[in-house]
């Protein structure tokens, strides 16, 4: 049976390391296939035994990098990039299904997993397709180091310009740089869909809690609020509120305990 990789990235104490566990566990729960889950990180305490660790990088260009992403006022982005570099996954073969860790999985992965074969795959930002702009969303990616490495090289080689391009954007950067190659291929929006704006827009979110879409497979938790402040109930402001989740408590924590145990989620 074929095996997927799946990747993510926790650098700082932002989030602990429930979050990708619970991540872990949703996606072996989602994926008809033996997981081979991976965490690039340099705080690797608490995480799951079968969570396998990648060291964090320095790379050798991130100051260059730094100086762009200042000017950009993106100061600490772009760590993602590291995971594409070519050869850092050991004894990988095909592609690389990679997840932000304010995500949870709702639904069957397999159709990701699957789609465009040879394409980078990400979903269309939800701010840059109101505007018409083709810009993917980071949440969620697919790629293949062996097809895509240039996502690594192109940014080693110049640094400082390929960030001023991208306005300091990795997920700009990652999806345009597959775009000009003819690389790249859109998630299906209903498939991976936004908390605020697809569960729980305003003015419905005061009226009724928030709800999930039929077919969602991840819901991702960009802007507020995070994933706990939704669980319990928000008002951050007159337009961010929610009412408490009982569909992400069950999908994120206890579906997660129930596979990996309370010591792990």
């Given at each position: 049976?074929?095996q997927a990789t799946v990747?993510?990235?926790?650098?700082?104490?932002?989030?602990?390391?429930?979050?990708?566990?619970?991540?872990?566990?949703?996606?072996?729960?989602?994926?008809?296939?033996?997981?081979?889950?991976?965490?690039?990180?340099?705080?690797?305490?608490?995480?799951?035994?079968?969570?396998?660790?990648?060291?964090?990088?320095?790379?050798?260009?991130?100051?260059?990098?730094?100086?762009?992403?200042?000017?950009?006022?993106?100061?600490?982005?772009?760590?993602?990039?590291?995971?594409?570099?070519?050869?850092?996954?050991p004894d990988l073969a095909?592609?690389?299904?990679?997840?932000?860790?304010?995500?949870?999985?709702?639904?069957?992965?397999?159709?990701?997993?699957?789609?465009?074969?040879?394409?980078?795959?990400?979903?269309?930002?939800?701010?840059?397709?109101?505007?018409?702009?083709?810009?993917?969303?980071?949440?969620?990616?697919?790629?293949?180091?062996?097809?895509?490495?240039?996502?690594?090289?192109?940014?080693?080689?110049?640094?400082?310009?390929?960030?001023?391009?991208?306005?300091?954007?990795?997920?700009?950067?990652?999806?345009?740089?597959?775009?000009?190659?003819?690389?790249?291929?859109?998630?299906?929006?209903?498939?991976?869909?936004?908390?605020k704006y697809d569960c729980?827009?305003?003015?419905?979110?005061?009226?009724?809690?928030?709800?999930?879409?039929?077919?969602?497979?991840?819901?991702?938790?960009?802007?507020?609020?995070?994933?706990?402040?939704?669980?319990?109930?928000?008002?951050?402001?007159?337009?961010?509120?929610?009412?408490?989740?009982?569909?992400?408590?069950?999908?994120?924590?206890?579906?997660?305990?129930?596979?990996?145990?309370?010591?792990?989620?």
């Open positions: 049976m074929t990747a993510c990235i926790k650098w700082g104490t932002l989030f602990g390391p429930e979050y990708v566990n619970r991540l872990y566990s949703g996606v072996r729960r989602h994926l008809a296939m033996p997981v081979r889950f991976l965490c690039m990180t340099e705080h690797a305490e608490g995480l799951h035994p079968d969570i396998e660790v990648l060291p964090l990088p320095v790379e050798p260009f991130a100051e260059p990098m730094a100086a762009a992403l200042a000017v950009a006022n993106r100061q600490g982005a772009m760590r993602k990039v590291s995971l594409f570099r070519p050869g850092l996954i095909g592609p690389v299904l990679g997840f932000d860790l304010d995500v949870v999985i709702t639904g069957d992965l397999t159709p990701i997993w699957e789609m465009a074969p040879g394409k980078v795959a990400m979903r269309h930002d939800w701010t840059e397709a109101r505007k018409g702009r083709p810009t993917g969303h980071g949440s969620v990616f697919r790629y293949d180091p062996a097809l895509h490495g240039y996502l690594y090289d192109d940014l080693a080689a110049n640094p400082y310009a390929e960030v001023e391009k991208a306005r300091g954007s990795e997920q700009r950067y990652t999806s345009h740089k597959a775009m000009d190659r003819g690389d790249f291929a859109y998630i299906p929006g209903d498939w991976v869909v936004s908390f729980n827009p305003f003015p419905m979110n005061w009226l009724r809690p928030p709800r999930l879409p039929t077919g969602a497979k991840v819901v991702c938790f960009h802007g507020r609020p995070k994933m706990p402040e939704a669980v319990a109930g928000y008002t951050g402001s007159f337009i961010r509120h929610s009412k408490p989740c009982g569909w992400l408590q069950e999908h994120w924590i206890d579906r997660a305990r129930a596979d990996l145990g309370t010591d792990w989620a």
